[in-house]
């Protein structure tokens, strides 16, 4: 059974960076495209990028400036850096595991339980 | 656009069926995926593809497209389908390839 976990500081201090890790059990990351993804307090889904065979990266292009996705093969994991974070950030941030079918559609069918980031001094 | 559009809110009597839609251009070129997400748990995939469901999802739920509007039915509404719903598509060109989300339908089981 896959299983993904979110872990990082819960606040985070206007202007910093953010930092999250995934840590995957039951399943490689050097397989598979793996995403984070955020929802602000009383808001909707917002993909910020994927991170795929541990190297190639894609961005949702709001973000594309802020963000860095990696990994690490050797624990299992993959990381999210947000720098300049704002109010605006704040949000229960989610890492899940993604396909993409040959015909070209997507779909993430694993998530972790997300971890909640409040951006404030 | 990569833009996904959905009805803010829809109720259904108990037992019911009712259908949640999804209008946006990426929708001609991809099927959408639908998620559910109870209050204060992650969302959950229950459709992808032409009208799939992940094992343990009730057959209650299926999908269907009609050109740029995605449907997710459920037949026979239970009040533990009470949540919100989110359709999720792809949006690629030369540029750029982005994953968007539709803001979400919160489902009220009457």
């Known amino acids: 059974q896959v299983q993904l976990q979110e872990s990082g500081p819960g606040l985070v201090k206007p202007s910093e960076t953010l930092s999250l890790t995934c840590t995957v059990s039951?399943?490689?990351?050097?397989?598979?495209?793996w995403s984070w993804i955020r929802q602000p307090p009383g808001k909707g889904l917002e993909w910020i990028g994927y991170i795929y065979d541990s190297v190639l990266t894609n961005y949702n292009p709001s973000l594309k400036s802020r963000v860095t996705i990696s990994a690490d093969k050797s624990k299992n994991q993959f990381s999210l850096k947000l720098s300049s974070v704002t109010a605006a950030d704040t949000a229960v941030y989610y890492c899940t595991r993604d396909f993409y079918d040959s015909t070209g559609y997507t779909y993430m069918d694993v998530w972790g339980k997300g971890t909640t980031v409040t951006v404030s001094s | 656009s990569s833009e996904l559009t959905q009805d803010p809110a829809v109720s259904v009597a108990l037992g019911q069926t009712v259908t949640i839609t999804c209008q946006g251009d990426?929708?001609?070129?991809?099927?959408a995926s639908w998620y559910q997400q109870r209050p204060g748990q992650a969302p959950r995939l229950v459709i992808y593809?032409?009208?799939n469901r992940p094992s343990g999802i009730p057959e209650r739920f299926s999908g269907s497209d009609s050109g740029t509007t995605a449907s997710l039915t459920i037949t026979g509404a239970q009040a533990e389908d009470e949540a919100d719903y989110y359709c999720q598509s792809r949006d690629r060109s030369s540029t750029h390839h982005h994953v968007p989300f539709g803001g979400g339908t919160k489902l009220t089981v009457l």
């Open positions: 039951g399943d490689s990351i050097s397989s598979n495209y």
């Open positions: 990426s929708l001609r070129a991809y099927y």
């Open positions: 593809g032409k009208n």
